[in-house]
């Protein structure tokens, strides 16, 4: 009995990948080639406003992109464990088929040796020594037979509760492809909203919004210096000190939901990346990783370190030292050094 494969969760990341030019909307919005939709209502045109609106948007885009990357390391756990279910459903039968065949078989002996009652075989057997012997026999037999006839009851019993988890993770798998569905759907709504302010904008205006935003993140990052200072703390770890190696030689890669490099990253993308490179696999999401280790405060951090930002816990970043993260930011903004104190802190992690 064979299974029907399940189909891939990489087919998110695919998707996402297809709409990475809608993910970097401050570069494209740059470039001056890009036109507001026929019928869109109009937008405010300041750029305080709009830069205000498009962060916010940004926001709970990263949000849902959390959401959807939750849903389809879900997704892969569940295929895997379903198909497990499948694959032990199917042997289950075979051999509850093969035990009710030899139980049959059995049965269908005894039943043609045993038309006479055992007394008056006896009597009339020339052979009484042998009769016994058969008689023994036959007793073993029936005796295995019963014994067979508990194990397929129990057989049975194990492949019912086989199928019922089956139907139940399948139910389940279901569940979590639409959210996965709906999630993909939110994120590319909420980014042609922030497409369709950021096209409410002049080319100059939107080149400066860009400029500044990056000027903005430099300045916070280094406090007003020239170059950004990451202090003289020693990583928490070697595997540390390499997760935090590979993070900084990716600076500059853009932002792109839902991807782990090793060209472009979401933010937690990032830190999944790099611990691998470190030889640790993390969990996927933002929230998941605040579990993945060890929690101390703020004041307590060392390079390497997760950072975890705002109450919801859907951005991460790492700590570089110097009150310094690099982080994947979002669309348009590619991965950078930054002021830990840019976003509000939920957590620090030592993993």
Known sequence: MSRSPLPAAR?????LVLTA????????????????????????????????????IYEE???ASERANAAQEQQRVLQAETG????????????????????????????RAGGIDPAVQLMLDSDPAAYLYRARTLDQVS???????????????????RR?????????????????????????????????????????????LQADDAREAQQRAARGAERVDLGTAPPASGRAAAALAAAASKIGSPYVYGSTGPRTFDCS??????????????????????????????SEARPGDLVIFYRDMHHVGMYAGGGVVVHAPYPGARVRYESVNAMPVTGVVRV
């Open 11 to 15: 087919r998110f990341t695919r998707a």
């Open 21 to 56: 030019a809608a993910t970097t909307v401050l570069s494209v919005a740059a470039s001056g080639g890009a036109t507001a939709a026929p019928g869109t209502p109009a937008e405010p045109a300041n750029r305080k406003d709009v830069k205000a609106q498009v962060d916010r």
């Open 61 to 63: 885009a990263e949000q």
């Open 84 to 111: 497990a279910l499948q694959d032990q459903v199917a042997a289950a039968q075979d051999e509850l088929n093969r035990m009710r065949a030899d139980l049959g078989s059995v049965a269908a002996a005894q039943y």
């Open 143 to 161: 005796e295995r037979q019963n014994d067979t006839l508990r194990q397929v009851i129990d057989r049975q019993r194990r492949l019912d509760q």
């Open 164 to 208: 019922a988890e089956t139907s139940a993770k399948l139910a389940e798998l279901e569940s979590v492809r639409r959210t996965l569905t709906e999630s993909k759907q939110d994120i590319r709504q909420r980014l042609a909203k922030a497409q369709r302010l950021l096209n409410g904008l002049g080319a100059a205006e939107r080149a400066r």
């Open 269 to 298: 993308g990032l830190m999944y990346w790099s611990w691998r490179q470190a030889g640790v696999t993390l969990p996927r999401t933002s929230q998941q990783q605040a579990n993945a280790g060890q929690r101390i405060s703020l």
